[in-house]
């Protein structure tokens, strides 16, 4: 459900000054609202900006996480952008507690995934031109149900009792496919009252924190190396991921492509007989156990486990060429699936 902002929590947003002059010019401002009348009678009608939408319009322009403006705090109210949203719908977000971004491709066709345990809903935008045969692809899935979704009709398939998706019409140059998977129809059509619509500039300037946009990963590659030692010569702006991602997989891609390095100078010290190299080698190895992004994806996910693995693998002696194999190196670089 949609929660208004008061005026005390406008008054006690962490904005600076600059920031609340606008937002106070933002209320101030009468907005003109033409009502269908006979054109010689027609007359501006002004109408005055609601709280959450003025809030909305500042957190766009100041570039805070609009989800983050709620009025009492709590983590599972919907964002307060929803109310700025104008024209075509191109994307949606989910700012209720418990749920993350685990996967996120951004580009006119794209998706962002959502997850709370088990549950997950993942959110695809399409061409207009995609919008046909998508609906007849999932009609292998059975008859739709017809519903309303932002104002547009939109079908709803059901794969299963767990899993069902929804296609909406097309809305200007595309349309949006939701699916939910883990939960029942009853909690999918509650998580799509709590979808928020947005545009493109809305939606880049309401991503959570744990996406990571493409503009944000060199600087991001940094913070995750602050602790993390690299081999002479290795250079952090070859990894990257094209479009948005979010912190696990650049951590992921950054943390698998140092360890592998560091098993190539292992494997050329152990080919040579070099055992400074390869005791340089095991040992950055092994201190991955205290980098702070493993330890930060550890709580969600297991590929940490990986990387210390073959830390305490290096560290005991393996032999070099049987761990390149296992853990998918190829000369200093992951092996793409």
């Known amino acids: 459900m949609n929660h208004k902002l008061s005026d005390e929590t406008i008054g006690g947003l962490p904005l600076h000054e600059g920031r609340a002059e606008l937002l106070e010019e933002i209320m101030a401002t009468p907005v003109l609202d033409v009502i ?55 994307r949606a977000l989910l700012g209720l507690e418990g749920w993350r971004v685990i996967n996120m491709v951004d580009g006119t066709d794209g998706e962002i995934v959502f997850a709370n345990g088990g549950q997950q809903l993942d959110v695809q935008w399409s061409k207009a031109s995609e919008h046909d045969d998508r609906v007849d692809d999932r009609g292998d899935a059975g008859d739709p149900d017809e519903l309303r979704l932002w104002g547009e009709p939109a079908l709803m398939f059901a794969y299963g009792t767990t899993d069902h998706t929804v296609i909406r019409g097309v809305d200007g140059d595309g349309f949006l496919e939701i699916r939910g998977s883990g939960m029942d129809e009853q909690a999918f059509r509650a998580l799509l009252d709590d979808l928020q619509p947005v545009d493109v500039k809305a939606f880049a ?40 991602t979010n912190r696990y997989q650049l951590g992921a891609k950054l943390t698998g492509t140092v360890a592998c390095v560091w098993l190539d100078k292992y494997a050329a010290g152990q080919a040579r007989g070099d055992d400074t190299l390869v005791d340089r080698a095991a040992n950055a190895m092994k201190a991955s156990h205290s980098w702070a992004i493993l330890d930060e994806m550890a709580t969600t996910g297991a590929w940490p486990e990986q990387i210390w693995e073959q830390g305490d693998a290096m560290a005991a002696g393996r032999d070099a060429t049987r761990l390149m194999r296992l853990y998918g190196c190829n000369d200093g670089t992951m092996v793409d699936d």
């Open 36 to 90: 269908d009348t006979p054109s010689h009678l027609k007359r501006p009608r002004p109408r005055w900006i609601t709280v959450a939408a003025a809030a909305a319009s500042i957190a766009v322009i100041a570039g805070v996480p609009a989800y983050l403006l709620h009025d009492d705090g709590a983590s599972g109210d919907a964002p307060a952008f929803a109310a700025a949203v104008q024209g075509p719908v191109d």
């Open 205 to 244: 300037a309401g991503l959570p924190p744990e996406v990571v946009t493409p503009g944000e990963q060199a600087e991001v590659v940094t913070e995750m190396l602050s602790d993390v030692k690299t081999p002479v010569g290795f250079d952090p702006t070859t990894v990257r991921i094209d479009g948005a």
